[in-house]
């Protein structure tokens, strides 16, 4: 939701009953530029930044307020190949450059897209060189130098200065199947199973994955991102620490840096069926206030054809935080949900974007053609930039350009109410799910769960999103003590023997359920400090442990 994380309400409005042309304002900045420019509904040149002072990496976005934020080449960097960046710059909308800040040492560098988040914030890609020692030692066939991705949020705190808040690393989500002596060893037949890992052995090659688009989604807080070599469309849990984003504990999911949802290529885990993708960039989420909101979607190169693109779309087996799978088949759906047939052919980038009133922008890179179709994918207008690589446009609307934002809403809660900070709408959510009518400053809870707000101001020009904040529902009359904090189960991972240490917390009588991610009651067991899981497969499960006095909630990772 990148693109459109913060919605213009306006012109949802007008455009609800409107199938022309959207009402905005393009932007496009070639690729290796040095200038940036909005284009108005008439393709006239509303305004340009000039003379920027470094060129453009790879793409360029708007934030609310009229900041360009982009990515940039820095001099002297350790790495070749693709779009390498190595820098990300803010410059404000009458062009004073406000931030100027270089990801690059001989060990990792910043390359293809980034996403400028909703609370100043920015992710970026970035390539972390591997040596054939390291790759090798954890499986590798080949022993040769690789740059798997990361994916890193940077924090603006200074001109030319920031902090690394947050980071998820490929490198820490691996498997292979050609040593049982070295970490991560999946059998072949059973890597269909651990959609969360990926294969170091599938296309390995030095510029392995190619990461090439991410985008971020405030509702879920969770980060999708595209990948060239890979032909496929990743989803991974953002509120993690980084310390759990390395393991497969923690976060919303519960798992960590898990990779929870893939798709477009079954193959690269171990699966059968169509390769749907073929050469692909720019996933995205279709934001909140368009229709088909939710869905996943990216620029598929050779979708149609070797020389055809398409712009795909799937709607995603999303369940609260997690996604569906059924054992030994890939994630689904088996094909794709719609497509667009390209008006062009992009050979590689390329992007698309959801509008509010039903059409869509769609840039064909390597030609430098921009254009837009309605709802029937009839061509409204098209413009060539000649001469030009164009790797994504984004259009605009004024009253986001020219207005600044509100705050980042907070929410407060007590025993039995959530209150958010003060604005002049309010949405709720739990879980990822919109509450029907729940939209006033405060909310009463009737289920526990990670509740976020949404909000506007006075402007009504975008939307902005809390933090989730994690809410312990207890009917009234139960008065059910949480003993979580209390009770120690071990040793998690675990190979199925565990142990429960309650410290006397529970008594002579308490029960034992083991739930998997989907919340599916598997097994029971009454009165039991050691358990026996063993005869599950693989995987994340929930303990819920009830008892006269109180309950407990344990997350377990179970590793044969």
Known sequence: MRKLFSMTLLVLAFHATNAQQFNGYTLYSAMNGSTATLMDTFQNTFKTWTSLPAQTGYSSYLEPGGILTRSAKATGVSFTGGPICGKVQKH??????????????????????????????VLVIAYERKTATEVTAVGGNSAIEMWPDKIVEIQPTGATTGNVVWEWHAWDHLMQSVDAAKPNYVPAAQMIDH?????????????????????????????????????????IDHSTTTAEAATH????????????????????????????????????????????????????????????SSVDQVITPVSGYTYTKTAGQAFGPTTYTSRHAVNGYSSNMGSSEQLPNGNMLVCVATSGKIYEVDAAGTQLWTKTISGSSLPQAH??????????????????????????????????????????GANSQ????????????????????????????????IAAGLHEKDLSARIEVYPNP?????????NGQLGKNFTVSVYDMYGRLLMNFSNQNQLDVSSLANGMYTLLIHAENGMATKKINLTK
């Open 92 to 121: 404000d909308y009458a062009g004073n450059l406000i931030w100027d800040y270089t990801y690059s040492t001989t060990n990792y560098c910043t390359h293809h897209d980034i996403c400028p988040m909703p609370n100043g914030n």
């Open 195 to 235: 959609p969360e890992s990926l294969n170091i052995n599938y296309k390995q090659a030095k510029d392995w994955m190619h990461m090439n688009g991410v985008d971020y989604n405030p509702i879920l807080d969770q980060v999708a991102f595209s990948s060239h070599n890979l032909n496929e469309w990743y989803i």
């Open 249 to 308: 504990l923690g976060g919303n999911s519960g798992r960590g840096g898990d990779i929870l949802y893939r798709w477009g290529n079954p193959v690269a885990y171990g699966g059968t069926g169509t390769a749907i993708l073929n050469v692909t960039h720019d996933a995205h989420w279709i934001p909140e206030g368009v229709p088909n909101a939710g869905r996943l979607v990216g620029f598929n190169n050779k979708g149609v054809s070797s020389t055809a």
């Open 395 to 436: 259009i605009y609307d004024s009253c986001y350009i020219f207005n600044t934002p509100p705050a980042i809403p907070t929410i407060t809660s007590n025993s039995t109410v959530l209150t958010s900070s003060t604005a002049t709408t309010y949405q709720w959510y739990l879980d990822g799910v919109l509450i029907v």
């Open 442 to 473: 405060t909310y009463t809870p009737t289920a526990g769960g990670i509740y976020v707000v949404r909000i506007t101001d006075a402007n009504g020009c975008v939307y902005r999103y809390s933090a989730g904040t994690k809410f312990t529902y």
């Open 494 to 502: 675990t190979n199925g023997k565990l142990n429960i240490m309650d």
